[in-house]
């Protein structure tokens, strides 16, 4: 509604003399808002009347222009990111400005930001565990005019406590043909940068359940067969999952027997083929 009433806030000197400054809101949304004001220079520091009726001439220009670039950002937004394809995606993903604040977020990214799973805002900014410059490094090389070493992006992994598993990280540039002005001072830039995290945990939990539903497997078979898909042997999952060789080797041969299989690289080629083409469902 750009015909709403500006709020607008004066400020008057302690002596009573006159206005000291003056100033209204631009626009107020649910992360932040954006103030602007008028003051003179040290030594003429009261306002005259003209200058107050030109402020408040101006003020309504300056709200419709902030307001309509922010509507065009949304816009342009949903065509780099579909809300629907963006939010389910499997993994954690995020856009970002040239500063690492987070201008658009799915579910699983949020779920992170929440909990400080490897990922965790500092003073509003983009930061990961154990090396919190990182990943801003990342994203301000996306920015246009800015080039990193390696070039634009690149990827890191986040160490976690174990038995977690790391974090995969991946910057990659935001490429936008549209010629919008980036205007950081109204609380948010213009993104340059998308950043996926993938989390093994719940690709693993995903493979869990898709095994178990494709092909029967009880609970137990199907967190072996998810082991087993790393491909470093039967002893090394068994390691993992925290179970005997024997008990692994019996699991084992009932996952042969539900899958058609009889060798572990035949099951290993299966259960990404079938990991493969849930992901392309998706």
């Known amino acids: 509604d750009f015909s709403a009433t500006p709020v607008f806030n004066e ?15 631009l626009l107020v949304e649910n992360q932040f808002s954006v103030l602007i004001y008028i003051a003179n220079a040290p030594g003429k520091d009261v306002l005259t009347a003209r200058q107050l009726r030109i402020f408040k001439a101006a003020l309504r220009h300056l709200i419709r222009a902030v307001r309509i670039n922010r509507q065009l950002w949304t816009l342009e937004l949903e065509r780099l990111a579909p809300p629907e394809q963006f939010e389910s995606l499997a993994q954690g993903a995020l856009l970002a400005d040239a500063s690492a604040r987070v201008v658009l977020a799915n579910a699983t990214a949020k779920a992170m930001l929440d909990t400080r799973d490897g990922l965790f805002l500092e003073n509003g900014r983009l930061a990961a565990t154990g090396g919190p410059d990182v990943l801003r490094k990342l994203i301000a090389t996306c920015a246009r005019g800015v080039r990193g070493v390696d070039g634009p992006g690149g990827e890191f992994k986040i160490p976690r406590e174990s038995p977690r598993s790391l974090l995969h990280v991946t910057v990659t540039p935001l490429r936008s043909k549209a010629q919008l002005a980036d205007i950081p001072w109204i609380g948010a830039g213009a993104p340059v940068a998308i950043v ?3 989390d093994p945990d719940i690709d693993r939990r995903r493979r869990e359940v898709n095994l178990r539903s494709s092909y029967g497997l009880t609970a137990a078979e199907s967190r072996l067969a998810a082991e087993i898909v790393k491909g470093d042997g039967r002893v090394a999952a068994a390691r993992r999952r925290g179970i005997s060789g024997a008990t692994a080797k019996t699991h084992l041969s009932s996952i042969f027997e539900k899958t058609g299989t009889h060798r572990q690289a035949e099951l290993v080629r299966l259960l990404l083929d079938a990991g493969d083409s849930r992901e392309m469902e998706t």
């Open 11 to 25: 400020w008057w000197r302690p002596s009573g003399r006159g206005l000291a400054a003056a100033g209204a809101n």
């Open 196 to 198: 996926t995290v993938k």
